[in-house]
């Protein structure tokens, strides 16, 4: 079965420190691939997907297909990142049934 | 339009009781996600359609779980002889296929349906 790998569950840094969440999927083909993110009391929302190649609120993900990785970075965390972020890469090519990793807390610290 | 919307946003039940949960996506999105998420978890697949087809369905749903989308455009979930494990958040998405617009595959979350079995 395809899997989504968040290895940290909790990551905290101080406010200015750079962040980057990990996240590394097992699939072969060229994914679609997402973050979202939950920040406190509201919806589950699209934070950014690889292939806008986009920077939102600073944030960037850069998919790496030798690593199977799609690591979301920011230079300089803010404390209004602090959030739960979950990364979305669909199980097989041309499906649109999206699985979730176990999601990452980020916790910005003044 | 606004937004996904989900009924009710809480609900307790006894276990042994069915309970259904509905979802009205956004109008022009034809396809429909449920997911349930548990505390500390991130959420977790059940099925989805497009329009009223149910192209997948999660081996780890029991056949007490059943979802329709009749005519393409609301949803239901229900639970049947709901056990204490099925408490959770029962959360809806919706998203527009490839092609319709930048915001293609995007999946717009509602608030959820909290279940609590007692």
């Known amino acids: 079965a395809q899997r989504v790998t968040q290895p940290e569950k909790l990551l905290s840094v101080f406010k200015g420190a750079p962040v980057e969440l990990k996240c590394n999927y097992s699939?072969?083909?060229?994914?679609?691939l997402f973050w979202y993110v939950q920040y406190s009391r509201q919806r589950l929302q699209l934070l950014l997907r690889?292939?806008s190649r986009e920077s939102i609120k600073g944030f960037t993900a850069d998919l790496n297909k030798g690593e199977t990785s799609f690591h979301l970075k920011k230079p300089f965390a803010q404390e209004e990142d602090s959030a739960m972020y979950y990364c979305a890469p669909p199980t097989t090519s041309g499906t649109y049934k999206y699985i979730f990793g176990t999601g990452t807390r980020l916790k910005v610290l003044a | 339009d606004t937004g996904v919307s989900q009924d009710p946003r809480h609900k307790i039940t006894k276990r042994g009781q069915n309970v259904t949960f509905r979802c009205d996506p956004i109008s022009e999105h034809n396809r429909l996600y449920w997911y349930r998420q548990t505390l500390g978890q991130g959420p977790e697949f059940l099925t989805y359609?497009?329009?009223?087809?149910?192209?997948?369905k999660s081996r780890l749903l029991s056949d007490r779980f059943s979802a329709e989308r009749p005519k393409g455009s609301f949803s239901t979930l229900e639970i049947q002889r709901t056990e204490q494990g099925d408490s959770a958040m029962y959360l809806c998405?919706?998203?527009?296929?490839?092609?319709?617009?930048?915001?293609?595959?995007?999946?717009?979350f509602g608030a959820g349906s909290r279940l609590t079995v007692l």
């Open positions: 359609f497009q329009n009223e087809a149910q192209l997948e």
């Open positions: 998405a919706s998203s527009l296929p490839l092609g319709k617009s930048s915001g293609a595959n995007v999946l717009t």
């Open positions: 699939y072969s083909g060229s994914p679609e």
């Open positions: 690889h292939i």
